[in-house]
């Protein structure tokens, strides 16, 4: 089985499962470190593994198709040798880069898109059955249909066109699919994407779509790009309402701690989001206290650990002072525990949230949480 659910919190839809793959099992709910480039940024893979505990990570089609490519990956038995990681992959469909480079792009049509490399101006062309093949040589265990996702605000007539594209895409990955083998001896699983930007009624025809596609997962996008947060936790209840009960769903590019606990409140199984190590590169570290912009002259002297509560060894080993100095003097060190300590508190926040979950008490714990997680310190 794929996909078993477990426990259901008594006063939301939050809900703990089990999912199975060749590389392992995941426990939802789960938040998936991004690793873009075949790398998380900063981290070890051996951190990842030991100190972060991360169960699954992602992989960029768009970035790993241009660099190093498929040739290579393919040479090297798939990105999990590639890389030295024997857990989990999850891969993006490069649907998410054809819209954050609408400025190197041509105009999207049914049979694909054309578009300009950021690294050498070189066009290509993505199409439902390109991307499909690009993500059977990277060999991820999840990944994701070729699908548009709309800007915020987006025009209705827009969103509706981009939605019936979308669909078309899905259908034609499905056969793709069917028709081609997996190259490395393990099951691949094909989530299909939720989309109609923040539209109630396309929203609705869209999870009624993507469900009757009976893949493994369903996932949501066009989420959290822009749009206020009551709306992305709207059509977030809007879909999980709609979509299987019985088949994980994954929230793409989500989000702030309070995102990740509000969304799963609301019966999200599966989150990613650059912003725990984005965010700690630029100093900023989520605690169980509150936020920490580490740069601020307030910490010079401040010789306590980085998080009394916290799960990492660099939150113990490590006082704010030194953290502080190590980004005042731009020594790359600092980006790497911070990098570190981050990621380990995301997982640690879900781990935690999953305990809440088997208990019955999610929805009371996270209710007091949030205010604090929110905090500026």
């Known amino acids: 089985m794929f996909f078993k659910l477990g426990n259901e919190d008594r006063n939301s839809k939050a809900r703990a499962g089990i999912i199975?793959?060749?590389?392992?099992?995941?426990?939802t709910p789960i938040f998936m470190p991004v690793g873009t480039i075949g790398s998380v940024k900063s981290v070890h893979q051996r951190e990842l593994k030991e100190d972060i505990q991360a169960q699954i990570i992602l992989g960029n089609t768009y970035h790993l198709y241009l660099?190093?490519?498929?040739?290579?990956?393919?040479?090297?038995g798939g990105l999990h040798k590639f890389i030295n990681w024997d857990r989990p992959i999850l891969t993006d469909s490069g649907g998410f880069?054809?819209?954050?480079?609408?400025?190197?792009?041509?105009?999207?049509?049914?049979?694909?898109?054309?578009?300009?490399?950021?690294?050498?101006?070189s066009y290509h062309f993505f199409t439902p059955e390109k991307s499909m093949e690009i993500q059977r040589f990277i060999g991820g265990d999840i990944?994701?249909?070729?699908?548009?996702?709309?800007?915020?605000?987006c025009d209705y007539s827009y969103a509706k066109k981009s939605l019936s594209i979308t669909h078309q895409w899905l259908q034609r990955c499905c056969k793709w699919c069917n028709e081609n083998p997996e190259l490395y001896g393990y099951k691949q699983h094909l989530f299909p994407i939720v989309q109609g930007s923040t539209f109630d009624d396309l929203r609705k025809i869209s999870a009624e779509f993507i469900s009757s596609v009976n893949a493994d997962g369903n996932a949501i996008g066009g989420l959290s790009v822009g749009e206020p947060e009551e709306e992305m936790y709207r059509i977030t209840e809007l879909v999980t309402d709609i979509l299987p009960k019985d088949k994980p769903r994954y929230l793409m590019g989500v989000g702030t701690p309070w995102n990740i606990l509000e969304s799963i409140s609301l019966g999200i199984d599966m989150m990613d989001c650059v912003m725990p190590t984005r965010n700690a590169r630029n100093g900023m570290l989520f605690t169980w206290n509150g936020v920490i912009n580490i740069k601020n002259k307030k910490w010079a002297e401040d010789f306590s650990e980085l998080d009394s509560k916290g799960t990492s060894f660099v939150d113990h080993d490590y006082t704010k002072a030194y953290l502080r100095h190590l980004f005042s003097v731009n020594e790359f060190l600092g980006k790497q525990i911070a990098s570190i300590h981050n990621l380990s508190f995301y997982l640690d926040l879900v781990k935690t949230a999953r305990k809440h979950i088997i208990n019955g008490d999610f929805y009371t714990w996270k209710k007091s949480i949030i205010p604090t997680l929110k905090t500026r310190l």
Do not use: W
């Not at 199975?20 to 426990?27: F, R, S, Y």
């Not at 660099?67 to 090297?76: D, E, F, Q, V």
């Open 20 to 27: 199975t793959t060749e590389h392992g099992i995941i426990e």
């Open 97 to 121: 880069q054809v819209f954050s480079l609408s400025q190197t792009r041509s105009k999207i049509q049914e049979e694909g898109v054309k578009f300009k490399s950021h690294i050498d101006g």
């Open 67 to 76: 660099r190093p490519g498929t040739n290579i990956l393919y040479k090297a």
């Open 143 to 153: 990944f994701m249909a070729f699908d548009e996702c709309t800007p915020y605000p």
